[in-house]
């Protein structure tokens, strides 16, 4: 039981790159979530969906896109990085209770 | 203003202190509350989780939220070097999209 898994832990992209973060969980949650940690804001909320076929934007979705095709795979794409996009990201999943996190993808836009 | 404001430290108390850690909120919606412990170069862990106001303890840990204050807190008996993390306060009206704390660092002290 790995719980949530994000790949990779750690990536270095020029301004312009497109990229994938990986998240997969095998905990059967229904409820799967992108957030950046960046140094005096916080966590703040990407985009996150409700189940298979269903996403929603939350506070900071510009340059971001997700699908959800799987209950367990909940991808995050970045499609032309910019160095704003320079953060941790983290995946965090629910069924009835608070928010699972994993261990994050460290993402350096240069 | 942030719709939550958490003093981001970093605080330093020797073992064994007691240490109190605090947030305040705007929103009267938020309705769940939560605090989370995050370790160097790990994702957020939860520790507690309360329901509207009141008071929750398990162990050394103690969480208090007053909605007529809009104040959380969080209380940690017998401090150890091990509770040396940032720990994040997150609320929700509905349980979907958390808003979170910026964070207090503690390092506690042998």
């Known amino acids: 039981n790995a719980g949530v898994t994000q790949t990779p832990k750690f990536q270095v992209l020029k301004t312009g790159q497109s990229m994938t973060l990986q998240c997969a969980q095998d905990?059967?949650?229904?409820?799967m979530s992108w957030y950046r940690q960046d140094p005096g804001m916080g966590l703040r909320l990407i985009h996150y969906s409700v189940g298979a076929g269903i996403t929603d934007q939350g506070e900071v979705p510009n340059g971001y896109n997700v699908s959800r095709s799987t209950t367990e795979d909940f991808p995050l794409r970045l499609l032309s990085a910019a160095p704003s996009q320079t953060s941790v990201y983290f995946c965090?999943?629910?069924?009835?209770?608070?928010?699972?996190f994993g261990n994050g993808t460290r993402l350096t836009v240069t | 203003q942030k719709e939550v404001e958490q003093d981001p430290g970093p605080l330093s108390v020797p073992e064994g202190a007691i240490v109190s850690l605090n947030c305040t909120y705007s929103?009267?919606?938020?309705?769940?509350f939560m605090w989370y412990r995050q370790y160097s170069r790990k994702g957020p862990e939860l520790l507690m989780y309360?329901?509207?106001?009141g008071n929750k303890e398990d162990g050394r840990f103690t969480a208090q939220v007053d909605k007529s204050s809009k104040y959380i807190s969080l209380f940690i008996r017998d401090s150890q070097p091990s509770d040396s993390a940032t720990y994040l306060c997150?609320?929700?009206?509905?349980?979907?999209?958390?808003?979170f704390g910026t964070g207090t660092r503690l390092q506690v002290f042998p």
């Open positions: 929103n009267s919606a938020f309705q769940y």
């Open positions: 905990m059967n949650h229904e409820y």
């Open positions: 997150a609320m929700t009206p509905d349980a979907d999209k958390l808003i």
């Open positions: 965090a999943t629910r069924s009835n209770s608070p928010l699972h």
């Open positions: 309360t329901y509207s106001s």
